[in-house]
């Protein structure tokens, strides 16, 4: 079916209009990236805090006795794990990456594996692999709403990892990456094991006066690691959605080029019909002209 100037002027109009809506979503991707990088990077520096402040204690008492006691009580059985993907269209193998990537690291370990999804699409996935599914969890929709995510799995996880149902908890999500837009990275949470206690007892201080323990030490270990397990969590999360709004932005930003070839295209399109109309319609009038004789009025 042959192109007219009417069809091809509608055609570039949506290309237009599309364009536009890519173009606002690529903003909108760009201003999301931003926040959450912003938000893993404060996270940064108080996790290094926490971490100094585990290490002050551990130096200082070496391994808590109720840790050791817990450790002890649950050392085999169910794996858990968190898998963080994603709610929303236009990421491409976003949830596919991390979830086929969970399935085989899992598979890898022992024990019996079961997850927790944090979103419906990675949640189906996962079902499709035949992972067994623990519950599922709402993908955040800004920064703000990260804080409520993290308190409902530290809930859920504790209560399993107190009853002795739970041996370890392990979280997987995409991280930005340098070069790509984003790489399948796995985390050990729990259990918090002497390796773990020893790295951490290690690390050096940053000034030279060494600080001591003033309140009881179990009761600052508990809170500092109420804080850890609360900082990790938060900043997988944070570091997924980040890598969500990297995926959509390349996929705008391919969206926005072939959107620009194509109206380059419809537009050449066009304008080559466009003149072929005005050759015709001038042919037509010198033939006209010249039906007639070709005799102009003389002026008067």
Not at 132 to 150: D, E
Not at 238 to 266: F, G, T, V, Y
Not at 284 to 297: C, Q, T
């Amino acid at each position: 079916m042959s192109e007219t100037t009417a069809s091809l002027r509608r055609k570039i109009g949506g290309a237009g209009d599309l364009q536009s809506v890519v173009r606002t979503m690529k903003t909108l991707a760009a201003s999301s990236i931003g926040q959450y990088e912003q938000s893993v990077s404060a996270l940064g520096d108080y996790y290094r805090t926490v971490e100094l402040g585990l290490g002050v204690c551990f130096r200082e008492s070496g391994s808590a006795p109720w840790m050791a006691k817990r450790t002890r009580q649950i050392d085999a059985g169910t794996m858990g794990a968190v898998v963080f993907g994603s709610d929303q269209g236009l990421v491409g193998q976003f949830n596919d990456v991390v979830a086929d990537y969970a399935v085989k690291t899992l598979a890898a370990l022992p024990g019996k594996p079961q997850a927790w999804a944090v979103g419906e699409r990675v949640h189906a996935r996962l079902a499709d692999a035949g992972l067994p599914l623990m519950g599922l969890f709402a993908v955040p929709n800004s920064v703000k709403a990260i804080t409520p995510l993290v308190g409902q799995i530290l809930v859920e996880s504790e209560t399993l990892w107190g009853h002795g149902e739970v041996a370890e908890l392990h979280l997987f999500y995409n991280r930005p990456a340098s070069g790509a837009v984003y790489e399948p990275v796995h985390q050990r949470l729990l259990p918090l094991d002497d390796t773990w206690r020893l790295e951490l007892a290690e690390l050096p201080w940053p000034t030279a006066p060494l600080p001591e323990v003033l309140a009881g030490g179990e009761e600052t270990v508990r809170a500092l690691l109420r804080e850890y397990l609360f900082v990790s969590l938060f900043r997988a999360c944070a570091e997924s959605l980040a890598s969500e709004n990297a995926s959509r932005l390349a996929a705008m930003q391919r969206a926005d080029k072939n959107i620009d070839e194509l109206l380059e295209s419809l537009t050449g399109t066009f304008h080559r019909l466009r003149q072929s109309g005005i050759d015709e319609e001038l042919f037509d009038v010198i033939s006209g002209f010249e039906a007639l004789g070709g005799v102009r009025p003389a002026p008067g």
